[in-house]
């Protein structure tokens, strides 16, 4: 008779464990592709063309990849009009995406920038 007694606790033990516990964990994401893995700030990126040519070193300076800086910055330089280039202010700003671009007049240097602090600059080589 004690065996039975015990089973209608046991029961209930059984059942409101379930109420507390921790949501089952979350599918792991995916692992990262190089190319999406978030470049050390300053890292160099390879070179681009700029205006009329011009060669531009690209470098990551915040949480983003060479592959995106790289594209950001061609589609950048794709974008601006002559009369953009040519502004007394310097070229610029540019939205391309996320992304505001542009730099100072007669500065060789080119900044775009998100509003979640990543950054990517091109220098003229």
């Given at each position: 008779?004690?065996?039975?007694?015990?089973?209608?606790?046991?029961?209930?033990?059984?059942?409101?464990?379930?109420?507390?516990?921790?949501?089952?964990?979350?599918?792991?994401?995916?692992?990262?592709?190089?190319?999406?893995?978030?470049?050390?700030?300053?890292?160099?990126?390879?070179?681009?063309?700029?205006?009329?040519?011009?060669?531009?070193?690209?470098?990551?300076?915040?949480?983003?990849?060479?592959?995106?800086?790289?594209?950001?910055?061609?589609?950048?330089?794709?974008?601006?009009?002559?009369?953009?280039?040519?502004?007394?202010?310097?070229?610029?700003?540019?939205?391309?995406?996320?992304?505001?671009?542009?730099?100072?007049?007669?500065?060789?240097?080119?900044?775009?920038?998100?509003?979640?602090?990543r950054q990517i600059d091109a220098t003229r080589s």
């Open positions: 008779m004690k065996s039975l007694a015990v089973l209608p606790a046991a029961l209930a033990v059984v059942l409101l464990s379930g109420c507390g516990a921790d949501p089952a964990p979350a599918a792991a994401p995916p692992p990262s592709s190089p190319a999406s893995t978030p470049a050390p700030a300053g890292t160099p990126c390879g070179e681009i063309a700029g205006l009329q040519g011009a060669k531009n070193k690209v470098v990551a300076r915040g949480k983003t990849d060479c592959g995106e800086a790289t594209q950001v910055l061609t589609d950048y330089f794709a974008k601006l009009t002559p009369a953009e280039a040519a502004s007394p202010q310097g070229p610029g700003p540019v939205v391309i995406g996320a992304w505001t671009c542009g730099s100072g007049p007669n500065d060789p240097v080119t900044s775009c920038s998100t509003e979640d602090d």
